[in-house]
């Protein structure tokens, strides 16, 4: 946590911080201060407290101007030199300075909380009016301290599931408490995706899984903002399972959005609010942690799809180069050697089959030209590269109609001459050329429509692509609908690497509709 960071970021981003999350949700003043004093975040209890706004912008302010005139001293002399050479300072303060509405005496706990590396430490309040006892406070404060160190140690130290392991167990051991579960939500919030158990046996950890996360309390945590503490606590459980008593379950937020649930069962005498700030503390990291997990888990993803893209086209490189290419290379090679014995056996001027055999072989010859310019271009387009995107595939069109035979081909677009970024015109572009490909060779058609359109308005900023034909058509689902064989596939791995969408819609004996939505995410990155 940088202090420079703190003092330039604005509220909202200050507010997404895990710290300042946890310290909203406690009840008594939590301050964070710069090692010269400078106060740069006040929570809403402490603001309440004291009767003042400080704090509650973002800037920064003296943390002794909301001291009585004694303390300021005291602050200045004895506090803030305690915080900085022993890492902690504990004793009563009363507050009453300018900025304050009202004085409150209170029982405080001055600790440090280690900054970011090369950074300075920063210093954390947490005072308690003296009418509610110190007691409370002081364990409290402990404890959050306790809890922050843990968690950061944990993510300095572990990642993935195995970061996820180490909060569980470090929620159980710092409660006292017998479980642990952090249910993780799916993306769609609205399920549980996976878990991670601390403290349970195989059984009873499939129980929490599938019976106990399915509904019921748990669930309710989804759309919760604060914890949940419960002291009586029997859950429904089958006959080889023990009971289980008392819960504590606080939501995961990140951004805003409650991404899991970190809770715990069974603790003797229930759980208390110092246990509710620890697992809330616990929680603000764990959040990111997870975050952490689910970008590794979608890197890995995207790093698959883009392997899978790959083989896909060399795959596709290789059956035209067999079918085409080298059908003619072959077929060539053999009316040349038919031609080649007649010149050994001196035949060429008389023999009629040996000069039909150089002029077939002449004309594979010339189609292998073709097609392997026609091979070329499939890996890179340069009309691509001088005329644009529209053009490109009017050109294609154009290509593909003459080898294909197609009665009736229609284009329509209107980009112009428009430049999009390179990713996403190339992108379309071979797009475009695998479903012109599929009609080709497995649709039988007669017509075929291509659309291209740049949508823009308040909610989207997308290109559009659709190609759609007359012919057989297939019934997406089946067996019949080999999508490595028709190159849907390599089509839906492009659409999923670029965030886009992609609909295919077929019937047996009505065609099929290829429609692909690519989102123009930076318009400022055109080639």
């Not at 009316?335 to 008389?350: D, K, N, P």
Request: include cysteine.
């Amino acid at each position: 946590m940088s202090v420079a960071i703190l003092k330039s970021v604005p509220p909202d981003t200050l507010n997404a911080l895990p710290f300042v999350t946890v310290a909203e949700q406690c009840r008594d003043l939590v301050a964070l201060l710069t090692p010269t004093g400078e106060m740069i975040f006040l929570n809403v209890a402490g603001r309440q407290l004291l009767g003042t706004n400080g704090g509650a912008d973002g800037k920064a302010q003296r943390f002794a101007d909301l001291l009585t005139e004694p303390d300021t001293a005291r602050f200045a002399d004895e506090i803030l030199p305690s915080c900085i050479n022993r890492g902690h300072w504990d004793g009563s303060i009363s507050f009453g300075g300018r900025v304050t509405v009202r004085p409150v005496s209170t029982h405080a706990r001055f600790f440090t909380v280690p900054g970011n590396a090369g950074e300075p430490s920063l210093i954390v309040c947490n005072a308690r009016s003296d009418g509610d006892g110190s007691a409370g406070i002081e364990h409290q404060a402990r404890m959050l301290e306790v809890a922050t160190q843990v968690a950061s140690d944990i993510l300095a130290r572990d990642s993935g599931v195995q970061a996820l392991e180490q909060f569980a167990d470090a929620a159980r051991s710092l409660t006292g408490a017998e479980h642990a579960v952090i249910a993780v939500g799916a993306a769609e919030g609205n399920r549980w995706e996976w878990f991670v158990t601390d403290g349970m046996p195989p059984k009873q950890s499939l129980y929490i899984q599938e019976g106990f996360c399915g509904a019921g309390i748990p669930s309710i945590l989804l759309t919760r903002t604060t914890p949940l503490r419960l002291r009586d606590f029997a859950p429904a459980a089958s006959d080889d399972l023990a009971p289980m008593s008392a819960f504590l379950g606080v939501p995961l937020r990140y951004d805003g959005a409650v991404i899991g649930t970190l809770f715990l069962l069974d603790k003797p005498g229930g759980f208390d609010e110092a246990d509710e700030v620890t697992v809330f503390t616990l929680g603000a990291h764990l959040s990111v942690a997870i975050r952490n997990l689910r970008m590794y888990k979608r890197h890995r993803a995207l790093v698959a799809g883009l392997i899978a893209a790959q083989e896909e086209e060399r795959r596709a490189v290789a059956y035209d180069l067999h079918d085409g290419l080298t059908q003619y290379v072959v077929a060539a090679q053999m009316h040349l050697s038919v031609f080649r014995g007649a010149i050994e056996r001196g035949e060429v001027a008389t023999n009629k089959d040996t000069r039909s055999a150089f002029e077939t072989g002449y004309r594979h010859l010339v189609h292998s030209v073709e097609e392997s310019r026609r091979l070329v271009n499939k890996l890179r387009s340069l009309a691509l590269d001088d005329i644009g995107l529209a053009g490109a595939l009017e050109q294609l069109i154009a290509e593909d109609k003459g080898q294909a035979g197609w009665r009736e081909t229609d284009f329509r677009h209107n980009v112009g001459d428009d430049r999009f970024p390179q990713m996403i015109e190339t992108a379309l572009y071979r797009i475009a050329q695998e479903a012109l490909t599929n009609v080709r060779k497995h649709a039988a058609a007669q017509t075929v429509q291509t659309l291209l359109l740049l949508q823009t308005d308040k909610t989207k900023n997308e290109l559009l692509l659709e190609v759609c034909d007359d012919g057989v058509g297939f019934a997406p689902g089946t067996d019949s609908a080999d999508y490595s064989h028709i190159g849907l596939h390599g089509i839906a791995e492009r659409v999923r690497l670029l965030q886009g969408h992609l609909e295919v819609v077929s019937e047996p004996g009505r065609g099929t509709r290829i429609t692909v939505r690519l989102p123009l995410f930076a318009r400022e990155e055109e080639a």
